[in-house]
């Protein structure tokens, strides 16, 4: 039995031992399957990903305290290099404010980052957000978030890096208001010769939602707002402050949408060429770096349960002076829980 097998049995059996009342074994298995085909042109990189991801998780639900273990593992089709599995380890207390320590699933997130964040594919392989989330949700107007991803330790030639990140949203009736920060610290290894770089990310938004007023079977829903960032490296200490406007609309009808998102401003990705920095520093989807980007997305939900949804999206990219970038997703997602009670015992 290997480390990891010998951690796995060792956290449920202590599980299993935990003195309490009301508890109940928790279970729950996550599927993704993914064909992401994009036919880039230009300073954009032509891929396909090709693959899927599953993701088992079993614990024990003491109310207020739960705690679940389990892995994420990725197979990308025609990869030679096999990706090891990732530990899923971490305690939640629940209460008016939500705790959670550990290896956390993203898809405990309350909002999910947008592209101007995080990049898609850095989101797909990397599932799991490593240190603190901190949570709060007020009935059906208010809601917020705070956590702390420390995605890379200090070592010779590997820098320590971490991103905070702060959201929320509030709304009445069809106005809202959002927002999105976040802060990238990434520092230097241990080697010498080596400079720290940082960035800030804002996002304030405003929200239009018409669901309530058209119908039930039409949506339409429109967010607007301003993305600035404050990205430097310490070497030479000049702050970059690109600044712009984003925004998109999306409207559903009956397992169809379409939805268009209109970046204008300029380029967020500052040291996205930098050897020392590029894209792990930056996160984010690398149409950001142009000064215009608009996507518009074509998507229809081919199957819709609510233990399984395969869905197909068509996206048309489009930035200045380059042929219409083209991409083709299919995306399946599969979702089964378990919750069984507990004998009493002390």
């Known amino acids: 039995m290997n480390l990891r097998a010998k951690l796995f049995v060792t956290v449920l059996f202590t599980l299993l031992c935990v003195n309490g009342y009301s508890q109940w074994l928790t279970a729950d298995l996550n599927y993704d399957g993914l064909f992401d085909n994009r036919e880039f042109k230009g300073d954009m990189q032509p891929q396909t990903i090709y693959g899927m991801r599953l993701m088992p998780e079993i614990g024990i639900d003491a109310a207020p305290h739960i705690i679940r273990v389990g892995f994420s593992k990725i197979w990308e089709f025609g990869a030679d290099d ?49 240190g603190t989330l901190i949570q709060h949700y007020y009935r059906d107007v208010f809601e917020t978030e705070l956590y702390c991803n420390w ?77 600035c960032s404050l990205v430097r490296c310490r070497k030479d200490g000049d702050w970059h402050s690109p600044t712009g406007f984003l925004g998109d609309i999306q409207i559903w ?71 219409i970038h083209n991409q083709q997703l299919i995306t399946l997602k599969y979702r089964i829980g378990m919750n069984k009670k507990l004998h009493k015992y002390e």
């Open 82 to 130: 096999n990706i090891d599995p990732e530990l899923i380890l971490y305690y939640r207390f629940m209460g008016p404010v939500n705790y959670y320590f550990g290896a956390i699933p993203r898809n405990n997130l309350q909002r999910q980052l947008p592209d101007a964040f995080l990049y898609d594919s850095i989101a797909f392989f990397e599932p799991t957000i490593k």
């Open 151 to 227: 995605f890379s330790r200090q070592t010779e030639t590997q820098r320590e890096a971490f991103r905070i990140v702060w959201d929320g949203y509030v709304h009445s009736g069809v106005l809202g208001a959002g927002w999105f920060a976040a802060m990238t610290h990434f520092a230097k290894p241990k080697e010498p010769g080596h400079f720290i770089y940082e960035k800030f990310q804002l996002y304030p938004y405003l929200t239009l939602d018409l669901t309530e007023v058209v119908g039930q079977h039409f949506k339409l829903k429109a967010n607007a707002g301003v993305l």
């Open 253 to 323: 009808w009956k397992g169809f949408d379409v939805k268009s998102t209109v970046f204008a401003g300029g380029s967020q990705q500052p040291f996205l060429n930098d050897p020392e920095a590029g894209l792990r520093f930056h996160r984010s989807d690398l149409f950001y770096n142009h000064t215009f980007y608009n996507k518009t997305e074509l998507g229809v939900l081919l199957v819709s349960h609510h233990l399984a949804q395969l869905g197909f999206r068509w996206n048309l990219h489009f930035t200045p002076d380059t042929p």
